[in-house]
């Protein structure tokens, strides 16, 4: 891919998107990450550019990059800090607002992007992010650390930079785990299943709702099937034991009618999961 695109196009991209400079956020600290000279670079250093093994980024340059990626193409400023306020009046002191750097991509190659990133966690090494009903994407990293000028053996940063949801991005989630033991060697692995919790819980906060036309995830062997769930409310008991048979149920009442089920009809459950119906 880095020889299809050529030193030239490939170090303009990695310019245009931010990266071997600071960002500009309101931290302290900030590095510029290292990224080879375009006149030191060969077909070795094409290479392991290309793949990312021959650059160093910060975790702030990535999400700013990704957040491009995925907003329509335009790379902003990034800012920690909505604004500073006196104590007493509240008056504002300072704001922040995002600013806008430039155009990166254009929306067509964004709207691709982001269908690609939404295949990783549906069909591809990001399966362990999905979450039913959710339009998540992301994709895996597994980054090989240097100390003293090489490569260490078995020591690595595993990350996950994920958006949701997908087809309209309100939030990217960068998770990185520094040299993790006792597992595979594979971000697919290690940092997916956090990142689905933590993604669950930026779902919630942000109040994001479910979609039906997101695309349906590659089961595993592993994996356990969801099934959507029927309306039985107004069958007797033996006819709605009958249409649930792949589900737990639960009753309470003493009557022989279904008069509510909860979860509702139309919504998703794993097989096996628990659906409680009220009798009347």
Do not use: C
């Not at 340059?61 to 491009?68: F, I, N, T």
């Not at 919630?204 to 349906?216: R, S």
């Amino acid at each position: 891919m880095g020889q299809l695109l050529g030193k030239e196009k490939l170090f303009e991209y990695i310019d245009k998107f931010g990266f071997g400079e600071k960002t500009g956020v309101d931290l302290n600290g900030e590095g510029e990450g290292i990224i080879f000279n375009l006149n030191q670079v060969g077909n070795v250093e094409l290479a392991t550019t290309a793949f990312g093994q021959g650059v160093s980024v910060t975790p702030i340059q990535q999400v700013r990059a990704v957040s491009a990626v995925v907003n329509g193409g335009t790379l902003y400023t990034p800012y920690i800090v909505k604004n500073i306020s006196e104590n007493e009046t509240g008056t504002i002191i300072k704001q922040y607002k995002k600013e806008k750097i430039r155009n990166v991509i254009s929306k067509k190659t964004s709207n691709i992007m982001k269908k690609a990133l939404e295949s990783v966690v549906a069909k591809g090494g990001g399966k362990s992010a999905y979450i039913e009903g959710y339009r998540i994407g992301g994709k895996t990293g597994t980054a090989q650390k240097v100390k003293d000028g090489q490569y260490m053996v078995g020591n690595y940063i595993m990350s996950f930079m994920a958006i949701v949801p997908s087809n309209n991005p309100k939030a990217v989630l960068y998770l990185a785990i520094d040299n993790p033991k006792n597992t595979a060697l594979l971000s697919s692995y290690t940092t997916t299943p956090i990142a689905r919790r933590i993604l669950l819980d930026i779902i919630d906060a942000l109040d994001i709702k479910k979609q039906e036309n997101g695309l349906k995830k590659d089961l595993e062997w592993s994996d356990i099937p969801t099934h959507k769930i029927p309306n039985v409310v107004g069958l007797s008991l033996d006819d709605a034991k009958k249409k649930l048979k792949k589900f737990t149920i639960e009753y309470t009442g003493s009557g022989k009618k279904v008069v509510s089920q909860s979860p509702k009809s139309g919504e998703k459950l794993e097989e096996g999961g628990t659906i409680r119906l009220l009798l009347d």
